[in-house]
């Protein structure tokens, strides 16, 4: 079986972006919270999301607090915030290793599968 990870870069002070609530859904037929968590100073979160049985083929969203992070941070947003939470919905196969990773501005973002 395989697992599901993630970590987020605060691009904008090149390093990773530290107590960013976090929240994974799972997308069937009713949309269902499965794991939610806060990134460590590394980033990362302190456990796999999905890993095991748990981990199975489907679509899923990860939602990132990013908005609140940046107005902690006392980062001079736009009024309003351009991003607050970042959503981003992907697929996976429950045999795999999937790394699903942020890449965070106030003003931008982007993710890619990593390894």
Avoid: C
């Avoid at 009024?79 to 965070?104: C, M, Q």
């Amino acid at each position: 079986m395989g697992r599901l990870t993630t970590h987020i870069l605060d691009t904008a002070h090149g390093g990773p972006a530290q107590k960013v609530d976090i929240r994974l859904y799972s997308l069937g037929a009713t949309r269902e919270l499965l794991a939610s968590a806060t990134t460590n100073e590394d980033g990362r979160t302190p456990y796999p999301l999905l890993e095991d049985e748990s981990m199975v083929t489907g679509t899923y969203e990860l939602e990132f607090d990013i908005g609140a992070y940046f107005r902690k941070r006392s980062v001079e947003l736009a009024k309003p915030a351009f991003l607050d939470t970042v959503v981003i919905r992907f697929s996976v196969d429950g045999a795999e290793d999937y790394h699903v990773p942020l890449l965070a501005s106030p003003w931008s973002y982007s993710t890619y599968r990593g390894s």
